[in-house]
Nanobody, 124 residues
Framework: QVQLMESGGGSVQAGGSLRLSCRAS???????VSWFRQAPGKEREGVAG????????YYADSVTDRFTISLDNAKSTVYLEMNSLKPEDTAMYYC??????????????????WGQGTQVTVSS
C-alpha cells in the first residue's frame, strides 16, 4: 500500500523559511514527484516538480528562485525548501507521486498518489 506522509508545515512571518518533507512507504519515487498547494476557495496548483531520471526541476513562476525541490531516494523522501515566504504562499501543501507520463507535471490529475497535506501559514 502506497503512503505519502508530509511534515514540516507551520506558521511563519513573511520573509521566513520552512522545509517540507514527504516520506513514502510502500513506494519508490520514480518518473516525476511534485509538490502542490491549495488555498481555500482556489484550485490545487503545482508548485514544484522533480524528474527523477535526469534530475530536472520544474517550478511555478510564483515560486521560482524562492523554493527548491529535492529528492533523497535513500530516505524515500522528497523535500521542498521554501525561502522568502509571502502571505500568498499560505495554503495546504501536498506531495504527489505516481505520475502518468505524457501529462503536464503541474496538473493535479497527472498523479495517482497523494499525501494528506501539511498546512503552511505565512503572516504579514
Amino acid at each position: 500500500q502506497v503512503q505519502l506522509m508530509e511534515s514540516g508545515g507551520g506558521s511563519v512571518q513573511a520573509g521566513g523559511s520552512l522545509r517540507l518533507s514527504c516520506r513514502a512507504s510502500g513506494y519508490t519515487f520514480n518518473s516525476v514527484v511534485s509538490w502542490f498547494r491549495q488555498a481555500p476557495g482556489k484550485e490545487r496548483e503545482g508548485v514544484a516538480g522533480f524528474e527523477t531520471t535526469f534530475r530536472i526541476n520544474y517550478y511555478a513562476d510564483s515560486v521560482t528562485d524562492r523554493f527548491t525541490i529535492s529528492l533523497d531516494n535513500a530516505k524515500s523522501t522528497v523535500y521542498l525548501e521554501m525561502n522568502s515566504l509571502k502571505p500568498e504562499d499560505t495554503a495546504m501543501y501536498y506531495c504527489a507521486a505516481g505520475f502518468r507520463r505524457g501529462n503536464p507535471w503541474s496538473r493535479a490529475n497527472s498523479y495517482a498518489f497523494w499525501g494528506q497535506g501539511t498546512q503552511v501559514t505565512v503572516s504579514s
